[in-house]
């Protein structure tokens, strides 16, 4: 973790605090002085026409944003709940690290597909795809507002992908990627076509 030094006042000089919190101005003003007056109204101004960059609206700065924390909640509540359903259905179906499966993809026009075996899957830091926000907004899972938020706020956050995927691992070399011309291929959930919902023909075949 980086070094943060502590902010030196530009009025005062004093390390520990900014000057638009200067004790010495709000002394000074309290006193009567007109110029130090001037100055706490100045600030107090500059504060309520601060404009939020997260939410837009002014009065406060992103750190003091009530919509993030609340768009926050919304944010962990739907990954947790993606997550969760998403490995519940892959196990359901059989994928575990080691399974054998014949994958097709719909680039790929081979008819046995390529043979290959499930290596990872990968469930941490991955936020839900559009299907399945869309479905879940539909059967009234979440509200529109609710998934405003979640996207609002997941446009924030650096470290996450989206979509659950699991990892293939061609057994003869080729038959993965996007022309097939690879071994290894990050295959998203929703390429699966495994819930329940989603009526589109399945892309593999879980062979053991």
């Known amino acids: 973790m980086g070094y943060r030094s502590s902010p030196r006042c530009g009025h005062c000089y004093q390390t520990g605090h900014a000057r638009n919190h200067c004790p010495e101005i709000k ?34 700065n992103r750190r003091a944003c009530q919509k993030k924390v609340t768009d926050g909640y919304s944010f962990r509540k739907i990954l947790n709940d993606y997550s969760k359903e998403a490995s519940e259905v892959l196990e359901s179906k059989g994928f575990t690290i080691g399974s054998l499966v014949r994958y097709r993809s719909y680039r790929i026009r081979s008819e046995n597909g ?19 926000q869309n479905k879940r907004m539909r059967d009234g899972t979440y509200t529109e507002d609710e998934l405003h938020a979640f996207n609002r706020y997941s446009n924030e956050q650096k470290d996450y992908e989206r979509s659950v995927a699991i990892m293939l691992e061609s057994l003869s070399g080729t038959g993965l990627g996007y022309w097939g011309e690879d071994s290894k291929a990050w295959i998203a959930i929703e390429d699966l076509h495994i819930y329940e919902w989603d009526n589109s023909s399945s892309s593999y075949e879980l062979v053991s």
Not at 30 to 38: A, C, I, N, T
């Open 27 to 60: 002394k000074r003003a309290e006193e009567g002085s007109d110029y130090y007056k001037r100055i706490l109204q100045e600030q107090k101004d500059a504060v309520k026409n601060r404009k939020c960059s997260y939410c837009s609206q002014t009065g406060h």
């Open 114 to 132: 390529a043979l290959a075996v499930v290596t990872k899957i990968e469930t941490k830091n991955k936020t839900p795809d559009w299907d399945w």
